[in-house]
Nanobody
Framework: QVQLVESGGGLVQAGGSLTLSCAAS????????MGWFRQAAGKERAFVAA????????FYADSVKGRFTISRDNAKKTMYLQMNSLQPEDTAVYYC???????????????WGQGTQVTVSS
């Protein structure tokens, strides 16, 4: 079993920044891929960014490319999402997940955190 706990969400004005963290515990491995997803009210869970086990490979949803940066510190078993130039449409619950392959599909991720709310005011 793997446990994931997100933190760092909150309320921010448009144009502001936040950094989310995802701390992993349990049967974790530095070789597993990790990802961030988000779910806005009334919408399906959507891919945000993903990172390989080594951290060398990353990819992003088009909507966040150039504004968000995903990273990980395997020694600390923690993944991060630096979010800049936030806009009201970024408002959502943000979830971290871990799985065997780096993927945009939620179904490829076996373990999920409980989520952290990000609210961007206009």
């Amino acid at each position: 079993q793997v446990q994931l706990v997100e933190s760092g969400g909150g309320l921010v004005q448009a144009g502001g920044s936040l950094t989310l963290s995802c701390a992993a515990s349990g049967r974790t491995s530095s070789t597993t891929a990790m990802g961030w997803f988000r779910q806005a009210a009334g919408k399906e869970r959507a891919f945000v960014a993903a990172i390989s086990g080594t951290g060398r490979s990353t990819f992003y949803a088009d909507s966040v490319k150039g504004r968000f940066t995903i990273s990980r510190d395997n020694a600390k078993k923690t993944m991060y999402l630096q979010m800049n130039s936030l806009q009201p449409e970024d408002t959502a619950v943000y979830y971290c997940a871990t799985g065997n392959i780096i993927s945009r599909r939620p179904s490829d991720y076996a373990y999920w955190g409980q989520g952290t709310q990000v609210t961007v005011s206009s």
